[in-house]
């Protein structure tokens, strides 16, 4: 065992385990649909689920939770990577210290206030700050800078007005610096939960500890960080052993702080320059067993949003959004400066998606699904374990489709032509016709619609 992930559990229950037959499988399906989640057992099971048809099954429950407590609504962001210098050296990233393929950059404040425009002008409101490894001390100091100058940007059509970051692991402190920032989630990815891959793919640099980065979420929690992300990068190991040890983690934060993550990221490995190994992954992730992996988290940790980046294809992002994922990012660029450039030969990772912002919310209501920029939970103190008690008893959708449709109302207002205002506000009256069942609710929420027509902005319950 090495710290909380017990190893040795997890390789014995993969050699001898056999899948489930129809019954049990449906007798744990049954059990899901009482949005309560399911124990790591169960999951344990449906991790072996070897059929089509038992994965169809998989992602109708899926579907069936994730529109129980969320809704049909899809949450939008942009990731905005800030500086690419890195001490690391991660065997799958383009960032590594030793990679003389790319060039590297680090953006002054200015240039990040130009990024923010650009993402503002698109009509973004949600930014995930992302940065390597590169500057040691002074690295939560630009970071914190970084925040403020994106927060200080006006536009004439707007603001962004929350920050989620996904920079590296730090002391106690530290992240209690971050918190008075204002951020909303602190994110960082595991990468691999298997000690062994995890020291073969991260050869040096402060990210090589393997101990250090798994105790990452225990001090962010500790420093005070009410929502935190958690993430696996798929295709480094097998993908069950992942997603027990992460199921591990979960109960770990669940057990010491009351609460487990506010979002799961799931990105499967894509290629990235000087990087042989995310070219060809020693253990590929194939399109069914993508669909397993996000329709087992949605199932077994409910109330727990699931990302899905611009990593993956148009296509498999739509199907996505029927498997249980709540947030994808949109018009992405990975690498910095990459909004306000148009060489993109610096990036992290190859995407699967270039859609513009535009076309990607168009999809999405083709879809019925209302786009969401909200940032109303945060900024009420609707976080960590108070959001979970309005989520788990199905109460968070009489707050999620309101701001959903306000942010959502903004955007038709200032940025959508003509053919996407036609079917985004037909979405808009389905939507309350359909969801919002309390007749004061619905009054208020198309009153407000009318307040943004007429000019007013940033309206949440």
Do not use: W
């Not at 344990?44 to 070897?50: A, C, G, H, N, P």
């Not at 920050?163 to 730090?170: E, Q, T, Y």
């Not at 934060?253 to 320059?273: C, Y």
């Amino acid at each position: 065992m090495t710290g909380f992930i017990d190893n040795r559990k997890i390789e014995e229950y993969l050699k001898k385990a056999d899948p489930p037959d129809s019954k049990e499988l449906e007798d744990i399906l049954v059990h899901a649909r009482d949005l309560k989640g399911i124990s790591s057992e169960e999951a344990e099971r449906l991790l072996l689920v070897d059929t089509e048809e038992g994965i169809d099954k998989l992602a109708e429950t899926a579907n069936f939770i994730k529109e129980s407590i969320y809704g049909k609504r899809l949450v939008l962001f942009a990731p905005m990577y800030v500086s690419n210098m890195c001490n690391n050296e991660c065997l799958y990233c383009a960032f590594r210290k030793s990679n003389k393929l790319i060039s590297r950059n680090t953006l002054t404040l200015d240039q990040i206030a130009e990024e923010t425009e650009a993402l503002i002008d698109q009509g973004h409101k949600r930014v995930l700050l992302v940065s390597g490894e590169g500057m040691g001390k002074t690295a939560l100091d630009y970071t914190i800078d970084a925040i403020g100058t994106v927060y200080s940007v006006k536009r004439p059509k707007g603001n962004i007005r929350r920050i989620n970051v996904n920079i590296a692991a730090m002391e106690v402190g530290h992240y209690r610096k971050l918190r008075e920032a204002k951020i909303g989630t602190y994110q960082l990815f595991q990468e691999t939960y298997h000690e062994e891959t995890y020291r073969k793919m991260h050869k040096s640099g402060p990210k090589s500890n393997y101990e250090y980065h798994l105790g990452a979420m225990d001090r962010a929690m500790e420093g005070g960080i009410d929502d935190v992300g958690v993430g696996i990068l798929f295709g480094l190991t097998d993908y069950k052993y992942e997603i027990m040890a992460l199921l591990q983690h979960i109960k770990r934060l669940e057990d010491k702080f009351g609460v487990g993550p506010h979002t799961i990221s799931v990105p499967r490995l894509e290629p990235a320059t000087g990087s042989d190994i995310a070219s060809d992954p020693p253990f590929p992730v194939t399109d069914s067993d993508f669909r397993k992996i996000i329709a087992i988290l949605r199932i077994t940790v409910p109330y727990t949003g699931i990302i899905l980046s611009t990593r993956e294809n148009a296509e498999m992002r739509r199907e996505a959004l029927h498997l249980g994922v709540s947030q994808i990012s949109a018009g992405s660029k990975s690498d910095p400066g990459g909004y306000t450039k148009k060489d993109h030969t610096d990036a992290q990772f190859s995407l699967g998606d270039h859609r513009s912002l535009h076309e990607v919310i168009e999809d999405i209501v083709d879809l019925d699904h209302i786009p969401s920029f909200c940032t109303g939970c945060y900024r009420l103190g609707r976080v960590g374990k108070d959001f979970m008690d309005l989520a788990k008893p199905g109460l968070i959708k009489a707050h999620c489709y309101p701001n959903a449709i306000f942010t959502f109302t903004e955007y038709l207002e200032d940025f959508a032509d003509e053919k996407l205002k036609q079917k985004g506000y037909d979405l808009i009256e389905r939507t309350i016709n359909g969801n919002i069942t309390q007749l004061k609710l619905a009054e208020g929420v198309r009153k407000n619609i009318e307040e943004i027509k007429k000019g007013k902005r940033d309206i949440y319950y």
